[in-house]
């Protein structure tokens, strides 16, 4: 008979427990020392390895020839417990026996001395299931607990147990397993079933999994079934989602305020019967990426990236991208749309789903159409971009001025000016950046012809960007797109110098000083 992978490769002692080191070496001391408690709770997230963990402390401190605090496996009571061939190990699910009659029985059975092993032990699952009356009945045999006798509690849900069974018991609090932990333990698993698994689908499988090594290795199960090779299209593809790429085309959309690709996005998943609760909370996940990327700015590059967001280099790069093209304040307007939609796309299906889903989309493209504060919000960040920019000013004499600037501020440099002692440091660079993203987000069509360049500033007062083609500058020039840049540089750097377009060769010029005899 076939038996799952997460039950062939359940770990037999504490040594092959991975990512919750700090209960298992707890628990090898107290069985080495033989300080074991008379009661247990190990809390956490499903698949975390409590019931696991509960079954190799049955079988340590029954094992004959303990290794240094991990039962040998080898022995007759380590045997008989992994074969289920003794009563004195009992395994209980609370959520199918809630009642006080059920515990009533566990405190009359107690009172008789193991007929097998030394201690007897009691593992009762879901213990935040029981009833009011059975926790009472517990807590009875809990102050007095004879002698030979364990009680190991697991729950998912902490907060539902009476504080008089928390203090009576010793507590470990079982962690989510880091998704590089659980793409490590797949990769193994796979080679030693002859599982042709790629890693960035070992990488996807173990953030969906969501920190639980049952769930990860269930669907690699799942993805493997038919032989096929395990790639990163397949797992997006059994696992109801929409895929990464689809979920950054939405946010890029939503970027551009491009509501036909929205629109495109949602109907492509209900062509295609994708779980549109899946996609939704992929989007939500990925806002809530974009959140951490704009407010963490003191945290190494490399640990925000591996340890904060779990993201490959290609992954946090496309994410930095399209987090500098919202403000904060438009970032958590979107997140509170999505989220007050979570429920309305996950609970419908069908038709009346998708309409649920393009009217959140459609309200976050356009804030006007929503009074709550969030939008509010979102909405005077945009003054801020377009005041900062120039495009609105309080001063009535921009208008009469503003007729010119295409005339004054798009002008080609006719002549290359004299060499000049000029100090270009990276720091402007990464400046010149921020002020493109703030431009991206005012006018995020035009900006587009601006990827890729570098600005060289002069002594003269001008900062000059170089652009590829002809094409591209007369789009800039068309849209006055230096009377903007011109202003978001002032307004946001402090920096007062004019911006100017010029003519760049094909030579991609490595460092300032050779850049300027580049400009044409």
Not at 308 to 329: I, K, M
């Amino acid at each position: 008979m076939h038996q799952a992978l997460y039950r062939k490769y359940r770990p037999a002692d504490f040594s092959g427990v991975v990512g919750q080191e700090h209960v298992t070496s707890v628990l090898k001391y107290e069985v080495a020392g033989k300080r074991t408690s008379h009661a247990y709770l190990f809390c956490g997230s499903r698949g975390t390895g409590k019931t696991t963990c509960a079954k190799i402390l049955s079988k340590a401190v029954n094992c004959l020839d303990p290794q240094n605090g991990d039962p040998c496996c080898k022995c007759e009571n380590c045997v008989a417990i992994d074969k289920g061939w003794t009563t004195d190990v009992m395994e209980m699910d609370a959520a199918s026996n809630t009642g006080v009659d059920y515990i009533r029985d566990i405190r009359d059975a107690v009172m008789y001395a193991p007929s097998m092993l030394d201690t007897r032990v009691y593992i009762i699952d879901e213990v935040h299931m029981l009833s009011d009356g059975a926790f009472n009945a517990l807590l009875k045999t809990l102050e007095e607990p004879p002698a030979g006798v364990i009680f190991i509690l697991a729950t998912t849900e902490m907060q539902k147990i009476p504080s008089t069974i928390l203090s009576r018991c010793q507590r470990f609090e079982f962690r989510r397993i880091a998704g590089g932990v659980i793409a490590e333990r797949l990769m193994e698993i796979a080679e030693k079933e002859k599982i042709v698994l790629e890693r960035d689908a070992a990488q996807l499988i173990a953030r969906l999994s969501q920190g639980g090594m049952r769930d990860a290795i269930s669907m690699l199960e799942l993805c493997s079934a038919d032989g096929r090779r395990v790639d990163r299209a397949l797992v997006e593809e059994l696992s109801g989602g929409a895929g990464r790429q689809m979920v950054e085309k939405t946010v890029e959309a939503l970027a551009n305020k491009d509501r036909a690709t929205l629109f495109s996005v949602i109907a492509k998943l209900y062509e295609s019967s994708g779980d549109l609760s899946v996609f939704w909370q992929e989007l939500i996940a990925y806002y809530r990426d974009m959140v951490v990327v704009k407010t963490i700015k003191d945290m190494n590059r490399e640990d925000l990236r591996k340890v904060v967001l779990d993201l490959t280099e290609s992954e946090f790069e496309t994410l930095e991208a399209l987090s500098g093209r919202f403000r904060y304040e438009t970032l958590m307007y979107h997140a509170s749309v999505l989220d007050g939609a979570l429920a309305s796309t996950g609970g419908r299906t069908g038709v009346s789903g998708r309409i649920a889903a393009e009217m959140a989309l459609l309200k976050m493209s356009s804030e006007a159409v929503d009074t709550t504060p969030e939008a509010l919000l979102s909405r005077i960040a945009s003054l801020e971009d377009r005041l900062n920019a120039g495009l609105i000013t309080p001063y009535p004499a921009f208008a009469d001025t503003k007729s010119d600037a295409r005339t004054e501020d798009t002008q080609k440099v006719e002549e290359k000016p004299a060499k000049q002692e000029v100090q270009l440091a990276s720091k402007e660079l990464m400046e010149f950046s921020e002020v493109l993203h703030a431009y991206a987000r005012i006018d995020p069509g035009t900006a587009a012809f601006l990827n890729g360049t570098k600005a060289y500033l002069y002594e003269d007062g001008t900062l000059r960007v170089g652009v590829s083609n002809d094409f591209a500058l007369r789009m800039l020039e068309g849209n006055h797109a230096a009377t903007a840049l011109t202003a978001i540089l002032k307004n946001t750097q402090g920096v007062d110098a004019k911006v100017l377009f010029v003519r760049q060769n094909g030579k991609d010029p490595s460092n300032g000083m050779d850049a300027l005899d580049e400009l044409t």
